[in-house]
């Protein structure tokens, strides 16, 4: 299948990348490496992603380059219209571009890739390269060019965009995902030159006061911890805007949360435009949020990281999820 994946690109003439909505590292990673993939290969090649990425990661290549739908809507239309190659990557349902990009996704006639780890892939593709094992798309998209054989079209270019979309999909190598080949990829990248304390740095080690601010308001002003092991934090939208709230100010502080001593799991909440949106995190596979989030919150995702969203207010959000989060928490 991987050899298929390589030929359709050195095929195609047009293509077109697309990942979910709220992109995180890891779809913003394996998007711009395969888009610098696709670049080496004389390729004609656009990433479309349905709404903005986060601004800290702005620094990776090619980043300036991605169209916004929420943005540009009837360019991202064409693009995804008139190419002959469409990739999906780090998602397994075209809903997860959102209802209109999802739309025009299916009623595209370009042949179809998807490129992804999560769980329970939805037939939406002509060839769906699916592992839900592997702790992030851009360790798959690695594996496509190891097993095509064509790891000459590995440069720093594409590599640091991998590590970073491994880095961050696995929690800094830290889930039960990583594995030894994991580390073996790793290692690879390092050795062309990929410069892994960059990327953290640029990551994790730069902050605006304000976030910080926001993040200390959070943790000791809206933290809270039900019988010793579970945790939550919200944020209404007023109490961002008190801190001039930038889209990726509060990536991470569900994993703090659930790094509280004895929390099975942990939730966020932060309030967006007529909804709720959520982030779910969880210790040990028998704790399964992605079930959570799939059966009362209109998401889903990984056992140990889901997200969803909730039609109504923080309160009645909340007050669902005391309700129902036991059902899913191992009781041994």
């Not at 990942?19 to 004389?42: E, M, N, T």
């Not at 239309?77 to 990009?101: P, V």
């Not at 994993?255 to 995190?281: H, P, Q, T």
Request: hydrophobic content about 40%; glycine content about 6%; aromatic content about 10%.
């Amino acid at each position: 299948m991987e050899e298929e994946i390589l030929r359709r690109i050195e095929q195609a003439s047009d293509i077109t990348i697309t990942a979910h909505r709220s992109p995180d590292g890891d779809s913003v990673g394996s998007s711009l490496a395969l888009y610098h993939i696709c670049k080496k290969l004389g390729k004609n090649v656009t990433v479309c992603f349905p709404d903005e990425i986060p601004y800290f990661l702005m620094w990776v290549k090619g980043a300036k380059d991605i169209l916004i739908f929420d943005n540009e809507p009837e360019k991202v239309r064409e693009k995804l219209l008139s190419c002959d190659l469409l990739f999906a990557l780090d998602y397994n349902g075209s809903a997860r571009m959102g209802t209109e990009m999802g739309a025009i996704f299916d009623a595209s006639s370009a042949f179809k890739i998807m490129i992804d780890h999560h769980t329970h892939p939805e037939q939406f593709v002509d060839i769906s390269y699916s592992f839900p094992e592997v702790g992030s798309t851009s360790q798959l998209l690695f594996q496509v060019l190891k097993n095509a054989d064509r790891l000459d079209l590995l440069t720093v270019e594409t590599g640091t965009p991998i590590y970073l979309g491994i880095m961050t999909d696995t929690g800094s190598f830290r889930f039960p995902s990583v594995t030894a080949e994991t580390h073996r990829i790793l290692a690879t990248l390092l050795e062309i030159g990929v410069k892994h304390y960059e990327i953290h740095d640029n990551v994790y080690d730069t902050n605006t006061v304000d976030r910080l601010k926001l993040r200390g308001f959070a943790l000791s002003e809206k933290l809270e911890v039900i019988n010793n092991e579970v945790a939550i934090i919200s944020l209404t939208k007023d109490e961002l805007n008190d801190f001039h709230y930038k889209k990726g100010d509060t990536e991470g502080l569900v994993n703090v949360a659930l790094s509280v001593e004895g929390m099975k799991v942990a939730a966020f909440f932060n309030e967006a435009d007529n909804y709720i949106k959520i982030s779910f995190r969880s210790k040990g596979t028998r704790n399964k949020v992605n079930l959570l989030s799939q059966n009362y919150f209109n998401g889903g995702g990984h056992i140990n990281a889901a997200g969803g969203r909730y039609e109504g207010t923080m309160e009645s959000a909340i007050t669902l999820f005391k309700e129902k989060v036991y059902e899913f928490l191992d009781k041994e």
